[in-house]
T-cell receptor
Framework: QKEVEQNSGPLSVPEGAIASLNCTYSDRGSQSFFWYRQYSGKSPELIMFIYSNGDKEDGRFTAQLNKASQYVSLLIRDSQPSDSATYLCAGPKGSGGGADGLTFGKGTHLIIQP | KAGVTQTPRYLIKTRGQQVTLSCSPISGHRSVSWYQQTPGQGLQFLFEYFSETQRNKGNFPGRFSGRQFSNSRSEMNVSTLELGDSALYLC????????????FGPGTRLTVL
């Protein structure tokens, strides 16, 4: 069973600072990863996905994938109170190139302090 | 474009009963995945249906089953409910499959007494 692990937090970051969220995974062969954001009482929503080694930027969000070290990170620049949520990292569940579905980490609870 | 809908939103059942949850995916999406979310275990994959066929299955007992209809709507059934089945059940739809961009529904909150 492939694992995706995250620190549950809470991670507290002052408003305007960079929030850094990390995720490690067990399977060296995993190719791509997803970051979902889940507000309390709501369902997850996809904010970023990354397929290749290196960085991917989208607005204030940057996803980083380091296959050699088997970690994925999400950076949130200029953090806003509205970024306060639980962030879920997801990777491939099986070895079928992703066709086996996703396995999720338990999420990191992020708090942006005004 | 309408999002993913799930019914009912809340359910209260007693041990031993069975329950059926429904999910209507985004129009044009062929894949529907089901997840169980609990505070202790997080989000766990139940199964995925794609074009009416179960394509993947998670590590849940056979009491958990599902199906998908020709219009891509999906149902999930849990028989002989146990207290530990209390959870938020989420479905997610995707055009190409669960390993692509998924859109989650609002979930069904199941409480087993």
């Amino acid at each position: 069973q492939k694992e995706v692990e995250q620190n549950s937090g809470p991670l507290s970051v002052p408003e305007g600072a960079i929030a850094s969220l990390n995720c490690t995974y067990s399977d060296r062969g995993s190719q791509s990863f997803f970051w979902y954001r889940q507000y309390s009482g709501k369902s997850p929503e996809l904010i970023m996905f990354i397929y290749s080694n290196g960085d991917k930027e989208d607005g204030r969000f940057t996803a980083q994938l380091n296959k050699a070290s088997q970690y994925v990170s999400l950076l949130i620049r200029d953090s806003q109170p509205s970024d306060s949520a639980t962030y879920l990292c997801a990777g491939p569940k099986g070895s079928g190139g992703g066709a086996d579905g996703l396995t999720f980490g338990k999420g990191t609870h992020l708090i942006i302090q005004p | 474009k309408a999002g993913v809908t799930q019914t009912p939103r809340y359910l209260i059942k007693t041990r031993g009963q069975q329950v059926t949850l429904s999910c209507s995916p985004i129009s044009g999406h062929r894949s529907v995945s089901w997840y169980q979310q609990t505070p202790g275990q997080g989000l766990q994959f139940l199964f995925e249906y794609f074009s009416e066929t179960q394509r993947n299955k998670g590590n849940f007992p056979g009491r958990f089953s599902g199906r998908q209809f020709s219009n891509s709507r999906s149902e999930m059934n849990v028989s002989t409910l146990e207290l530990g089945d209390s959870a938020l059940y989420l479905c997610a739809s995707s055009f190409a499959g669960s390993y692509n961009e998924q859109f989650f529904g609002p979930g069904t909150r199941l409480t087993v007494l």
